[in-house]
Structure formats: structure tokens, C-alpha cells
């Protein structure tokens, strides 16, 4: 029964279960990955047009560069990207999207090392994953860098910043994170690694505590960023 090969039930699982695009739910063909070519096609990525407004939001935030992806809007299905990887637990979506920013920024960028934005462990334990980690796993593999995860701890289990105001998210995050062990990102320009940015109050608490280290330079990059900042 040699013909009963693994490619043969493979395609017989995929024959039963076909994969479909994370944002309009055709089924995918060989050859695409995670989004179907139309919606691929149409994903509003950042071409650059907004980067003076990009500039403001970085000095604001106290910050070398904001890279981004895509333009997040929850009124479109393209934030079902984000979604598919949070909540329908789809890590090696992640790390794809990751790796398409990290091609974008790979000639610009100068970065030493990779730092996700943590959960709270707690979080963290009953998603089995952080997200951050996984989008932060594919930029640092396209700019061959490291990824110091311990650097920054969430130390405050917030609740979701989705549905909070601007004041309240600023008040939600405020003293959610901590120094861990940071010898190893000292003199260091690192790229804080987030999902998506709204409001900036979470990276305006993490640069709270990363500004505290020795020679740091911080640049910030997400999957999404949304029109509303
Ligand atoms: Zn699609």
C-alpha cells in the first residue's frame, strides 16, 4: 500500500477541510498562503504617502520610526488578519505577516534586536501564545536579529483596549509593564513589535520603562495601524 503516501492524505485532508482566506473565506488555491490573491491584492498597505504623519506620531511617542503594514480599520474585513491570529490561534499567520513587514523595512531599518509588546502571563497562558511574539519571530528572521523577550514584563492583567476611549486606554496600560533583564539590549536600537497601534498609550507605556535602559534607541513596528491616531 506504498501509494498511501503522506502527500496522498494530505491532500485528502485538505480535500475535506479546505483552507480557506483569513478575510473573505474562499478557499485557498496551492500557492497562496494565507489570503487569497484578490484580497492580497487589495490589502491597504502603507505606501509611504503618510510618512510626515508617521514622523509626528514617532516624535510624539518618543520614538525613531513607526513602520507599519497596513491601514486597520474595524469596519473593513481586512482586520480579520489580526483577528485570525489572535483569536483563531493562527501563529504561523503570524509569523508570515511578520516576515512581509520585515521585507518592507529590511533596507532602512539599522535594528539590533526584536522586543514584543508582552501579555500579562496569565493572558498569555490561556491564548498559548502572544501575538507580538509571533509577528516580532518573522521581521527577526528577515533582518536576522535576535528577539529578547525577557526584556519587558506586563506586570498588570489590563483588559482589552478594544471599545476604550483615548483617556482610558492612556489610564488602562499607564503601569502595566516592568524591566526584566535588560544588559543584553543596552546601546541597542530595538524595534518594539506590536499587532496593531490605535492610540499609542501602550507604547507610550513601554517606552516608560525602555527609555530607563542605557543607550537605548526605540523604533516601533506593527501589523496594523489604525486611521484614528
Ligand atoms: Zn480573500
Redesign the pocket.
Not at 482566506?21 to 474562499?26: A, E, K, W
Given at each position: 500500500m506504498t501509494w498511501l503516501s503522506s502527500s496522498f492524505f494530505s491532500n485528502f485532508f485538505r480535500l475535506l477541510y479546505p483552507r480557506a482566506?483569513?478575510?473573505?473565506?474562499?478557499v485557498l488555491v496551492d500557492g497562496e498562503p494565507f489570503?487569497?490573491s484578490?484580497?492580497?491584492s487589495g490589502l491597504p498597505l502603507n505606501d509611504g504617502i503618510d510618512e510626515e504623519a508617521d514622523e509626528v506620531l514617532a516624535n510624539d511617542l518618543g520614538i525613531g520610526h513607526l513602520y507599519w503594514l497596513f491601514r486597520y480599520d474595524r469596519a473593513s474585513d481586512f482586520h480579520k488578519l489580526v483577528y485570525a491570529i489572535k483569536y483563531r490561534f493562527n501563529k504561523e499567520l503570524g509569523v508570515w505577516a511578520g516576515k512581509m513587514l520585515g521585507e518592507r523595512m529590511k533596507d532602512i531599518s539599522g535594528i539590533d534586536c526584536i522586543i514584543p509588546v508582552p501579555l500579562h502571563p496569565k493572558r498569555e497562558k490561556e491564548r498559548g501564545f502572544n501575538q507580538a511574539f509571533m509577528i516580532g519571530t518573522g521581521i527577526a528572521s528577515v533582518l536576522s536579529v535576535r528577539v529578547a523577550s525577557g526584556v519587558l514584563k506586563r506586570v498588570v492583567n489590563t483588559p482589552s483596549q478594544t471599545g476604550l476611549e483615548r483617556g482610558q486606554r492612556a489610564d488602562n496600560v499607564a503601569e502595566a509593564f516592568e524591566l526584566g533583564d535588560t544588559a543584553c539590549v543596552e546601546d541597542c536600537h530595538v524595534l518594539l513589535v506590536d499587532d496593531v497601534v490605535t492610540s499609542g498609550a501602550t507604547i507610550r507605556a513601554c517606552m516608560m520603562e525602555l527609555s530607563k535602559i542605557k543607550g537605548i534607541r526605540v523604533s516601533v513596528a506593527c501589523l496594523g495601524k489604525s486611521g484614528s491616531i
Open positions: 482566506c483569513v478575510v473573505c473565506g474562499d489570503l487569497c484578490v484580497c492580497l
